[in-house]
């Protein structure tokens, strides 16, 4: 039996990976005065403007990021993610 290494789903599997292991990590804020009732509000706002300045970057196959794409697409992923940290944080939360 002969196993076949293919780049092109290594990228993928890496790319799922890391959107799934983001996404399950329990990134908490807390504002600085201690209160926290506008947090959802805030970080709904944030993820708004985090998407229109910074928007992710979809492959032109949506299966399979091509070689060239592939450091666009996380290079985007990780913008909007700072992006987003840097609004947050402008709001007066602090990441716990």
Do not use: W
Not at 16 to 28: E, G, L, N, R, Y
Not at 32 to 44: A, E
Not at 56 to 67: G, K, L
């Amino acid at each position: 039996m002969v196993i076949v290494f293919n780049m092109n789903l290594l990228r993928i599997f890496i790319i799922v990976s890391f959107i799934f292991f983001a996404s399950c990590s329990s990134t908490s804020y807390n504002h600085s005065s201690g209160d926290n009732s506008h947090l959802k509000r805030d970080s709904s706002i944030c993820r708004a403007e985090a998407n229109l300045y910074a928007p992710t970057y979809i492959c032109r196959n949506p299966f399979m990021c091509a070689p060239d794409e592939f450091q666009i697409a996380t290079q985007a992923l990780i913008r909007n993610g700072t992006y987003f940290k840097r609004c947050i944080q402008l709001k007066g939360y602090d990441q716990s």
